[in-house]
């Protein structure tokens, strides 16, 4: 089988609805936006539980998906998009929010576990392995004593949607180079 036969899948997370739109938990559905927006797509087409659009990028095919089943479940959808387009684990990017980093920071990696973010959590169980790229968009800590559940249901701050242009094209490059040089080199040049 040739490298290229099978499409790339990059999948963003977050939740579905207008007023989800521009939380901090929806980060992965705004890096693909801005994705879906370089490659002059729309999300026009449901398939699978998942917005979904197709683009080609450098003679690479590719799928971007929203699930649209909610944080807690989107595995479902990329499990059942990834199983309908024969697309091995290594050609499966999911863009997602992490705490952990701090706001304008993205983190390549090609495997690992879900660090307590529940739409990661489902990705794991569903496709039943770790092993698997993904791009972490820090989205930084709660203040103060605030719960982390509620701190990523808030919007982004008026000084944080400033910055967000550029972490949102930080990493729609990071995904650019993933696609054309492979996750090493994306690591390599992105984090």
């Given amino acids: 089988m040739k490298e290229n ?3 790339i899948l990059i999948a963003g997370l977050g939740n579905p609805g207008r007023k989800y739109r521009r939380n901090r938990h929806n980060i992965g559905f705004m890096v693909l936006d801005a994705l879906a927006e370089y490659l002059g797509k729309n999300f026009t087409k449901m398939q699978m539980n998942a ?20 944080m807690n479940n989107s595995g479902q959808a990329i499990k059942s998009l990834a199983h309908f387009y024969k697309i091995p684990l290594e050609k499966v990017l999911v863009v997602y929010d992490d705490v952990d980093l701090p706001f304008d920071t993205i983190r390549l990696r090609p495997q690992g576990g879900s660090a307590g973010q529940k739409g990661m959590k489902s990705t794991i169980e569903q496709l039943n392995t770790q092993n698997f790229p993904r791009l972490r968009v820090g989205i930084g800590r709660p203040p103060g004593r605030m719960q982390v559940a509620d701190y990523v249901l808030q919007n982004f701050s008026d000084a944080e949607v400033e910055t967000l242009n550029f972490v949102l094209n930080d990493a729609v490059q990071a995904i650019l180079t993933f696609i054309t040089e492979g996750i090493e080199q994306a690591m ?3 984090n």
Avoid: C
């Fill in 51 to 70: 917005l979904v659009t197709k683009a080609n990028y450098q003679a690479q095919r590719l799928i971007l998906a929203k699930p649209q089943t909610y």
């Fill in 5 to 7: 036969t099978s499409p």
């Fill in 188 to 190: 390599t040049q992105h």
